[in-house]
């Protein structure tokens, strides 16, 4: 059983640029949440995604915006960096959407 | 807004040395609260799932309780390798995503 793979681990950005983080679900999930955990903090729900569609949101504006695929991997894209969107950036796959998550090892993001 | 609060912020622990951590909640119906344990520079992984007041579920060391309004993660005769981030988050009832909000957490150090 393959569990969820993120990538890239870690990555350096300037203020203004774009990224994209990407993350494998978990052999036979088919939803996949997004997090950012901020230094010292607990992770903060980004959104959510079922079957390609998103289906949840936090109180993140929509700079922040993702992607779901056929396969259930999905993307999360961040536009127009900001210093505080430096963060470790988490992906959890689970069974039609319970709180039982599986996370991935995340990536870490550093915007300079 | 549902709200977590995890105490004590750090707890340092003789190995052997029982002790409990504290999540207490103020949410407008649960779905569930849910313990997870996350290592430095890993992601979080999943511990326990209490539904309903008066639940407890155990595994090795560690046994979670659950009352109306918080919840206790007891470690029992704790081991170096018990050293850990221990988070707490809850899902509610009312929305279409399985969102979790979680605690800030708690910071175990056992030592030997």
């Known amino acids: 059983e393959t569990g969820v793979t993120q990538s890239p681990t870690h990555l350096i950005k300037t203020r203004g640029q774009q990224v994209t983080l990407r993350c494998s679900s978990q052999s036979g999930h088919n939803t996949v949440s997004w997090y950012q955990q901020a230094l010292g903090q607990g992770p903060q729900f980004i959104f959510q995604y079922y079957r390609e569609e998103e289906n949840g949101r936090g109180n993140f504006p929509p700079r922040f915006s993702g992607l779901q695929f056929p396969n259930y991997s999905s993307e999360l894209n961040v536009n127009a960096l900001e210093l505080d969107d430096s963060a470790l950036y988490l992906c959890?796959?689970?069974?039609?959407?319970?709180?039982?998550?599986?996370f991935g090892e995340g990536s870490r993001l550093t915007v300079l | 807004e549902d709200q977590v609060t995890q105490s004590p912020e750090a707890l340092r622990l003789q190995e052997g040395e029982s002790s409990s951590l504290n999540c207490s909640y103020t949410v407008s119906g649960l779905r569930g609260l849910f313990w997870y344990r996350q290592d430095p520079g890993k992601g979080p992984e999943f511990l326990f799932t209490l539904y309903s007041a008066g639940e407890e579920k155990e595994k090795e060391r560690l046994k979670a309780t659950l009352t109306k309004k918080e919840s206790f993660l007891h470690i029992t005769a704790p081991k170096p390798e018990d050293s850990a981030t221990y988070l707490c988050?809850?899902?509610?009832?009312?929305?279409?995503?399985?969102?979790?909000?979680f605690g800030a957490g708690t910071t175990v150090t056992v030592r030997a």
């Open positions: 959890a796959s689970s069974q039609d959407g319970t709180g039982e998550l599986f």
């Open positions: 988050a809850v899902s509610v009832y009312g929305s279409n995503d399985y969102k979790l909000s």
